[in-house]
């Protein structure tokens, strides 16, 4: 577990991600949706923030923004310093092989290709030699101890451990921030709790992490949780809180 | 660059894995391309080995002598000759003397010190086990060493002495006979026994027999003759051998001699032009193919590569789509985790390269092997051996990169279209209406209607047909280009169809994107398909038009035209009558002039021919040499306007030439070839009892001794006397015409040139004129025998006509030709069954063809519309559909995509082939024109060049199609769908 307190770390370090004033609109007239109302969030090294709320509460929404998948209507998303609001495609692509990584709840590894290749794809894409990027690949595995995986192809490989690649995946060369929405969503409790736990280590070793998830349970793995319900933050709390939590308002969701 | 070829390096490694998960895809694609590959390469590596180097060719003409001498009948006059002695001339002009003529001996023109070897040539009728075959026998010392290369033993030994021959095995196949069997040639007693077989490497088809010098040729020669029979026509070369070749030098001194020389040394370094005295002599032009009848087989070949690749891209491209749409969530994630819209292109274009590649690798291979394997199949298809197996890398490369770039090709589409998609959508699976590009309809409008536009203008006011198939094919594509756009107007006619058909309907529409590739499939086959069947059928009911029956339906003729065969013709005659259901048979016979071994063309040592003279009223002005200029075209005389008046006039008439092949259509027979014939006209016959002759051509119709009537357009005023029964028996109108015998063939020749009248005796007879619209089957003159024997005519037996109670049956057919086969010449069977159409079944193989295409077409987005309609089918169980909704509206997603397929590419496929057929129409009647104008009227008719919906054709796609593709998709379909799996929301 993290030594250092997510608040004593707010002022020293810049956040990897910073949310501002936040808002998605989708459809218009009769069918306009608010999906997100000026949330604002930031996102510190080594911090692991879990985003909970029910469905259509603007979960999925926050995450597909903050990792340049979708366009907020309005408000800005910076990530490492870069606005990328304002930046076009490439830009936003480039981000993804570089500073973003994604970890859903299904389908997350390419089927053609095994755990290495699947890791090392970011890097590849980014005009890495074959050889470097599995280089690379093989050494994130190894460091969270998946590489017996490597040479597996998906489908040979049990939901967990598929997770499990699409974390180190997701953390592949120098990226440092995780998107995660549900990764817990297809696997049994104790499935989930080994690909929370991977989770939480990285962000101990130094990357930034959202987890959008249902169950306060693994929420629990957070240093942070924030309830969203009608595109807006209804409630923040820091670790030392969330167990209480466990009990009060997150029972209500 | 290096960024650019990794990334590419992962799209690749993609793209392969997925091909080879998705294996039943891959192969339908790859097979798709692979197999016009390997067809190409087949071909080229079989052109390419048939090709002989020049001492290939050297050796199977010359084996190891340095030179072959040939007399080339000039009598021993200096001549010139091309170096590869193909190509001879007399030296001198003889524009004024008599052309050189005659045989001179060849091995008196031979240098000394040469060694020869004679090559004689000759040919007979040979007893084989099923009658006789006519056989080329050679005489050539096989087993010299100067002979090594040219023929090639395959079994036995070559002669040893005069009792022994070998043959080629292509003869022994076709005359039953083996090694060991004796052979016999007609007319000839000496028995041959057959020691060996061999093949000639440059024409494996060639029957053939191989004797010793002397051995066959001449004394069978001899026997012939003495027989009255055509001799065997022996012809001899000498193969030369000396030391030092014959070189250039020495042709040109042979040359001098009045001898032929294709020689080695020269074959293998020619020398130059300017050192060709025939060359400057001739001014001989290049004969090869000029520059731009290249550039246009070129452009052919081009057209027809580019159309198959446009068709091939059509047909592919759905597949890579499927592969794309299957694989959106692949994408998808290729997008999350930084994959830009080229790295998605590269990914799904890299499958349409992998393929593609594939495609290539096996296509070639396979065409390789192939040609290898069947390398004596092809040999003895095209009739000759290999020089060697001759891959030509560069080539099958070349051949082997279309089809990478097919598949590229087939895959650009679904990979611009899949790298339009958000990587959101793509994700989440989310459906909803994506905007379909506006820009490519108006694009494809444009370029339909320029495509029609040009193939208007073709078919208009060009004869080229190139101008309307291009046309056809950019209108064809503007309108694949249009496909998502007119699929949406066919969304409008859901409104009254019942629920499934309604709903397979709007999500067709709703779906273009997925929608269109299959339509525009199904559109490009049977675009394809109707375009070839209607043009087939139109040029089908053109000939059929055109046919020009032989005889009545169900009649039968034997004629049998070679020297010497008359003594046969009394036997054939009665086995027709034997075998086939006859009627009536009507013996005809022919005129000869000379002795009785004459064939009907005359011209060899004392043979003459003999003519039907046209009284110079009669004849047609543009036809009748000016005796002022006989050297200029008579046509020449006259205006273009007047030749065009002149070509209506009945003297310039002339029958098509059909039937009996004699001179002027003169046969000797009774009224009973009246009967076979179908002329129901009494008064002929009675003119032929009564010894009169029945003309059919007006032309021949001398009226000097006969009526007033000259311009012979009333005749039928003229006829109708006949039935008074005059004592001739024929008609008051008379007439006579004349045949005149020409013994002195040369010197009618000679007069012709000169526009004089040839020298002959001239026969005349009394004529009856038939009617006009009387048919006669390409006869002109029927003389009854006495008038032809009171005449004093020799008369040989031709042959024999026969009306049939029925048409005769196969077997009766076969058993007849068995028959015939044991006769001694050759017998010309004609079995008149009307016009038969070999198209039917190519239209039938067309329609499969395109059926199965709009079927697998039909089927891949069907499958398509199954996946992508999954969360509907649970919303219509969830309100309480029943389950065989989802098989109904499968199966009419399928019928949809079919039907809207087949209706476009009909009516895209129907006007260009009207266009073709309209630009033939013009091509014909220009010629019409040109040959109206130069005065060659009479012999072109009025082209004839309809245009014929093949509607059988069109129904079977418009309907059976559609339906069974429908049937076929809801057959397949499982009712009950798999378990739902929880998406990504």
Redesign the interface.
């Known amino acids: 577990m993290s030594t250092q307190s997510p608040h004593t770390s707010q002022g020293q370090q810049r956040p990897v991600l910073r949310l501002q004033q936040l808002s998605r609109v989708h459809g218009s007239g009769a069918t306009e949706v608010h999906a997100l109302r000026g949330v604002d969030l930031d996102v510190f090294p080594g911090e692991l923030v879990a985003v909970m709320g029910p469905?259509g509460s603007g979960k999925?929404t926050l995450l597909?923004i903050a990792?340049g998948?979708?366009t907020p209507t309005s408000g800005r998303v910076v990530v490492e310093d870069t606005d990328i609001t304002a930046a076009d495609?490439?830009t936003l692509?480039?981000?993804?092989?570089?500073s973003?990584?994604?970890v859903?709840?299904?389908?997350?590894?390419?089927?053609?290709?095994t755990a290495a290749?699947n890791v090392?794809?970011?890097r590849?894409?980014?005009?890495?030699?074959?050889r470097k990027?599995r280089g690379e690949a093989v050494a994130a595995l190894e460091e969270m101890e998946l590489g017996h995986l490597a040479d597996r192809f998906p489908d040979e490989m049990s939901g967990g451990q598929q997770q499990r690649v699409a974390i180190a995946?997701a953390l592949v060369g120098d990226r440092r921030l995780v998107l995660a929405?549900?990764p817990t969503?297809?696997l049994d409790s104790e499935t989930g709790e080994s690909v929370l736990a991977l989770l939480r280590s990285r962000c101990d070793a130094g990357a930034a992490g959202i987890l959008v998830t249902h169950e306060p349970r693994f929420a629990a793995w957070a240093d942070r949780v924030v309830f969203l319900r009608d595109g807006a933050v209804v409630d923040q709390t820091v670790r030392s809180q969330t167990d209480s939590l466990l009990t009060g308002q997150a029972a209500e969701l | 660059m290096?960024?650019?070829y990794?990334?590419w390096?992962?799209a690749i490694?993609?793209?392969?894995?997925?091909a080879w998960?998705s294996k039943g895809r891959s192969f339908l694609v790859l097979a798709m391309i692979a197999l016009p590959i390997l067809g190409v390469s087949a071909a080229d590596l079989t052109l390419r080995s048939a090709e002989l180097s020049t001492e290939q060719k050297l050796e199977r003409s010359l084996g190891a002598a340095d030179a072959r001498l040939t007399d080339p009948g000039y009598g021993g006059a200096p001549i010139l000759q091309t170096p590869n002695g193909e190509n001879f001339t007399p030296a001198d002009d003889f524009e004024d003397k008599p052309y050189p003529e005659g045989s001179t001996d060849v091995t008196k023109a031979a240098p000394q010190g040469a060694k020869t070897l004679k090559d004689a040539t000759g040919s007979a009728k040979l007893r084989t086990e099923h009658g006789l075959l006519h056989t080329e026998i050679r005489e050539l010392k096989a087993a010299d060493p100067m002979a090594k290369g040219m023929l090639t033993l395959v079994n036995g030994r070559f002669p040893a002495d005069g009792t022994e021959v070998a043959a080629t095995t292509h003869f022994l196949a076709s005359s039953g006979l083996q090694v060991g069997s004796t052979l016999r040639a007609r007319g000839f007693d000496r028995e041959y026994t057959v020691v060996g077989s061999y093949e000639l490497p440059d024409s494996l088809k060639s029957d053939q027999v191989n004797a010793l010098p002397g051995a066959l040729l001449a004394p069978l020669d001899k026997a012939l003759k003495a027989d009255g029979l055509p001799g065997t026509g022996a012809e001899a070369s000498y193969l030369v051998s000396l030391p030092g070749g014959f070189t250039w030098n020495m042709v040109k001194e042979t040359n001098a001699k009045g001898v032929v020389v294709h020689s080695r040394v020269v074959g293998l370094d020619p020398p130059a032009k300017s050192d060709v005295p025939f060359y400057q002599k001739n001014d001989w032009g290049d004969f090869g193919m000029s520059a731009s009848a290249r550039a246009a087989a070129l452009a052919a070949i081009g057209t027809v590569v580019g159309l198959a690749m446009l068709e091939i891209c059509l047909l592919a491209g759905p597949a890579f789509a499927v592969g794309a749409r299957r694989s959106r969530?692949?994408l998808g994630?290729?997008?999350?985790?930084?994959?830009?819209?080229r790295?998605v292109r590269a990914i799904v274009l890299s499958g349409g390269l992998v393929i593609g590649v594939a495609a290539a690798a096996v296509g070639t291979v396979l065409g390789l092997a192939l040609t290898y394997a069947l390398r004596p199949v092809l040999e003895e298809y095209i009739g000759r051996r290999f020089g060697h197996f001759d891959i030509r890398p560069l080539e099958l490369l070349g051949i082997g990169l279309l089809a990478v770039l097919t598949g590229l090709l087939a895959a650009i589409v679904p990979a611009v279209t899949s790298s339009r998609q958000?990587?959101?959508a793509s994700?989440t699976g989310r459906r909803g209406i994506r905007r379909s590009n506006r820009v490519l309809p108006v694009i494809g409008l444009l370029a339909t209607v320029l495509g029609a536009a040009i193939a208007l203008y073709g078919s208009v006011f060009s004869d080229q047909f190139a101008v309307v198939a291009a046309g056809s094919a950019l209108a064809e594509l503007g309108v694949v280009a249009m496909t998502p756009a007119l699929v949406g107007l066919f969304g409008r006619t859901g409104r009254l169809l019942p629920l499934s058909p309604r709903l397979a309907l709007r999500d067709a529409v709703r779906n273009r994107g997925r929608t269109a590739p299959a339509v525009a499939a199904v559109l490009a086959a049977v675009a394809g398909t109707v375009a070839v069947a209607t043009y087939s059928a139109s040029s089908d009911a053109q000939q059929r038009a055109e046919y020009k029956a032989q005889l009545p339906h169900g009649a039968v003729s034997v004629i049998m035209d070679e020297a010497g065969s008359a003594r046969d013709v009394p036997a054939v005659r009665s086995s027709v009558q034997k075998l086939l259901p006859v009627e009536v048979r009507a013996d005809i016979s022919r005129i000869s002039v000379g002795s009785a071994n004459c064939s009907v063309w005359g011209g060899s040592d004392g043979c003459g021919t003999y003519e039907v003279v046209v009284p110079p009223q009669n004849e047609c002005p543009l036809w009748a040499t000016d005796p002022a200029n006989p050297d200029g075209d008579p046509a020449e005389r006259f205006s273009k306007e007047e030749r065009r008046k002149l070509a209506e006039d009945w003297r310039c008439q002339q029958p098509g030439g059909r039937g009996v092949y004699v001179p002027d259509g003169v046969v000797v027979a009774d009224a009973s070839l009246l009967k076979v014939l179908e002329i129901d006209d009494p008064a002929a016959a009675k003119a032929l009892a009564g010894g009169q002759a029945v003309v059919f051509d007006k032309r021949y119709i001398d009226k000097n001794g006969g009526g007033g009537n000259d311009d012979g357009k009333d005749g039928t005023d003229g006829r109708d006397g006949t039935d008074d029964g005059t004592d001739e028996g024929g008609t008051d109108e008379g007439g006579t015409v004349r045949i005149k015998l020409i013994t002195d063939t040369e010197a009618a020749g000679n007069a012709f040139d000169e526009g004089r009248e040839a020298p002959g005796e001239i026969k005349s007879f009394r004529v009856h004129r038939a009617a006009d619209d009387v048919d006669a089957y390409g006869l002109s003159v029927i003389v009854p025998p006495a008038a032809a024997k009171a005449a004093g005519l020799t008369t040989l037996p031709l042959g024999a006509y026969y009306s049939t109670d029925s048409l005769p049956s196969t077997e009766q057919r076969q058993r007849l030709e068995g028959e015939l086969d044991k006769t001694g010449s050759s017998v010309m069977l004609h079995i008149e069954e009307g016009y038969t159409s070999e198209n039917s079944i190519i239209l039938l193989a067309l329609t499969v063809f395109a059926g199965l295409i709009t079927i697998g077409a039909a089927g891949i987005a069907t499958g398509l519309a199954q996946a992508d309609a999954e969360a509907d089918l649970k919303t219509l169980a969830a309100v309480g559909a029943p389950p065989r909704v989802r098989r109904t509206l499968s199966g009419f997603q399928c019928g949809v995509v079919a039907a809207m397929g087949v209706l476009l590419g009909s009516a895209a496929g129907v006007l260009p082939a009207i266009g073709l057929r309209l630009a033939e129409r013009r091509e014909q009647l220009k010629w019409y024109q040109e040959a109206l104008d130069n005065g060659w009227g009479g012999l072109a008719s009025d082209p004839h060049v309809p245009v014929v919906i093949p509607w059988a054709t069109l129904a079977a796609l418009l309907v059976a199609v559609p339906v069974g593709a429908a049937l076929l998709a809801a057959l397949v379909t499982r009712s009950r769908g798999a378990l739902a799996r929880?998406e990504?929301?």
């Open positions: 469905s999925s597909t990792g998948l979708d495609r490439k692509a480039a981000l993804r092989r570089r973003i990584g994604y859903f709840q299904d389908y997350n590894l390419i089927p053609a290709l290749e090392a794809l970011p590849e894409l980014d005009g890495v030699s074959a990027a995946r929405d549900e969503g297809a | 290096i960024t650019w990794h990334s390096r992962a490694r993609i793209a392969r894995r997925d998960r969530r692949q994630l290729v997008g999350a985790n930084g994959g830009e819209r790295h958000t990587v959101l994700l929880r990504t929301a």
